[in-house]
């Protein structure tokens, strides 16, 4: 039973994969002399196309209706959308908000062949990083603004750009150096913070 619940898992996934998004699948399994038939009842539904795919509230100057995907008159395929979605995503972290989320809407009438396609942005401030009580060298630098940008800027990527400079430090002789992060904010930018103590 396990295996033909897996089986219908697989089969749905496959076809709402390839645009028949209310896809479902039954299987069963029906004794034979000498054997199983396995029967799969397949409901397809309609196969979706994108009628028209948009992006709200993009934060000018910044253009992302070029990564739009999938176009009009495709068959809609999410991973497709999702892709695209997390494509936008590092293009605002690369213009300064790391905490920027592109969010997928998928408004579509019950049984529709057809469906409108939303990249909703919920912008974050823009983001910089400041590092106070050390001279960190160019290179450690980027390289921790780059984790910053990639990890969001959430706690572990915060965490983890303060074990960057640590190592730096440790490498360079500062054995008892103490990292610690925080955020401060004002109405324009919000700054990821590193306070060393080299020792």
């Known amino acids: 039973p396990q295996r033909l619940e897996a089986a219908e898992a697989l089969a749905e996934q496959d076809l709402r994969a390839d645009g028949w998004l ?54 809609y395929r999410r991973d497709q959308a999702q892709a695209a979605a997390e494509r936008m995503q590092e293009r605002l972290a690369e213009a300064g908000d790391w905490r920027g989320v592109v969010e997928l809407e998928e408004p579509r009438a019950p049984g529709s062949a057809r469906l409108d396609l939303s990249f909703r942005i919920r912008p974050g401030l823009p983001m910089g990083l400041e590092v106070r009580g050390f001279d960190l060298p160019r290179g450690r630098r980027g390289q921790v603004q780059a984790l910053l940008r990639d990890g969001g800027a959430r706690p572990d990527a915060l965490e983890g750009g303060a074990e960057r400079i640590a190592e730096h430090l440790h490498h360079e002789g500062y054995l008892d150096a103490n990292v610690r992060a925080h955020t401060e904010s004002d109405t324009a930018l919000e700054r990821v913070v590193y306070e060393i103590t080299p020792g």
């Open 22 to 75: 209310d896809a479902e699948v039954e299987a069963e399994a029906e004794s034979l002399e000498g054997g199983v038939l396995l029967v799969f009842e397949v409901s397809r539904g309609p196969r979706v196309f994108l009628r028209f795919a948009q992006v709200d509230a993009a934060p000018a100057p910044l253009v992302l209706e070029d990564l739009l995907r999938p176009t009009h008159g495709d068959v």
